[in-house]
Nanobody
């Protein structure tokens, strides 16, 4: 019973930056990790970044050194700072919340387009 609302996508030139946000509401006590997957046409879904309840982070090899995931401790909100964006980063980015004893919750998706 977690709802996720994400925002921050848009159109940016190669080398530019965007920051995605994802806010969770509802029964959030069961969440043990949050993050983003992305899906581009003809591509498989890819885990971009995640952050656990303990603050541990993981990143896809393709975004290491360019993306940073973080959270606001007092609120159920996470951010994905995306720097040095490349055309291959173009995708729909879906926020998720993995929960103990519940099905994973998903955001509505936000489009990131990196193009000249």
């Amino acid at each position: 019973q977690v709802q996720l609302v994400e925002s921050g996508g848009g159109l940016v030139q190669p080398g530019g930056s965007l920051r995605l946000s994802c806010a969770a509401s509802g029964i959030t006590s069961s969440i043990y990790a949050m993050g983003w997957y992305r899906q581009a046409p003809e591509n498989q879904r890819e885990l971009v970044a995640s952050i656990s309840v303990g603050g541990r982070t993981t990143y896809a090899d393709s975004v290491k050194g360019r993306f940073t995931i973080s959270r606001v401790d007092a609120k159920n909100t996470i951010y994905l700072q995306m720097n040095s964006l490349k055309p291959e980063d173009t995708a729909v980015y879906y926020c998720y919340a993995a929960q103990i004893g519940r099905s994973t919750s998903w955001g509505q998706g936000t489009q990131v387009t990196v193009s000249s």
